[in-house]
């Protein structure tokens, strides 16, 4: 099945300065990878995916690389506001003959924006 | 925007007593999923099930978990026998379709096995 590693655990900032999760991935089958931020308590927010037809997304001040060669993805944010304080998880997407969409987790990054 | 809603949000129980949260997914929707995470850890894949059966499911779902679709709109995880280790956030999820397609959370319902 897949594994998927992530880095840092923590990471502060401060605030305007960009930050930059990265993940690697073990399944080269793997196609879709997600990015989710999550508040204490909260569910999973979905803010940005990438799909292995593309190398790179961008949505605003929140962008994601995937080099399917090297099998790593990587989540940057510019210009950090407070309220990117989080945890960050990204994912891969098992390929599993039932169907379905079955992700893998890292291991997660909570990310604090200082003022 | 249409939401997966979950019930309850919190649920303590007795250790060994039996134990369902309920979900109602998106209703255009195919897929349905059950994710943990235990507290200050990953989510963590519980199984997927699709047109009135489990698709797939993970080393985690043993016989001690059973998912079902009662009527058209809701889908039910159920603990039985509950331990200690059990007590983390359960998150129900669905997808329009399989493979690739962005997946929904829902609010997610905390147990506390004590």
């Known amino acids: 099945g897949e594994n998927v590693e992530q880095h840092p655990s923590t990471l502060s900032v401060q605030e305007g300065d960009s930050a930059v999760i990265k993940c690697t991935y073990s399944?080269?089958?793997?196609?879709?990878f997600p990015w989710y931020k999550q508040e204490l308590g909260k569910r999973p927010q979905l803010i940005i995916d990438?799909?292995?037809?593309?190398g790179e997304k961008k949505d605003q001040r929140i962008a994601v690389t995937l080099n399917k060669t090297a099998k790593h993805f990587s989540l940057h944010i510019t210009e950090t506001q407070p309220e990117d304080s989080a945890v960050y998880f990204c994912?891969?997407?098992?390929?599993?003959?039932?169907?379905?969409?079955?992700?893998?987790f890292g291991t997660g990054t909570q990310l604090k924006v200082e003022l | 925007e249409p939401e997966v809603t979950q019930t309850p949000s919190h649920q303590v129980t007795q250790m060994g007593q039996e134990v369902i949260l309920r979900c109602v997914p998106i209703?255009?929707?195919?897929?349905f999923y059950w994710y943990r995470q235990i507290l200050g850890q990953k989510v963590e894949f519980l199984v997927s099930?699709?047109?009135?059966?489990?698709?797939?499911k993970s080393e985690i779902f043993d016989d001690q978990f059973s998912v079902e679709r009662p009527d058209g709109s809701n889908f039910t995880l159920k603990i039985r026998s509950t331990k200690l280790e059990d007590s983390a956030m359960y998150f129900c999820?669905?997808?329009?379709?399989?493979?690739?397609?962005?997946?929904?959370f829902g609010e997610g319902s905390w147990l506390t096995v004590v």
């Open positions: 999820a669905s997808t329009a379709q399989g493979r690739g397609n962005t997946i929904y």
């Open positions: 399944d080269s089958a793997s196609n879709y």
């Open positions: 209703s255009n929707h195919l897929y």
């Open positions: 994912a891969a997407e098992d390929v599993v003959t039932g169907g379905g969409n079955k992700l893998t």
């Open positions: 099930f699709y047109n009135n059966e489990i698709s797939e």
């Open positions: 990438i799909r292995s037809n593309v």
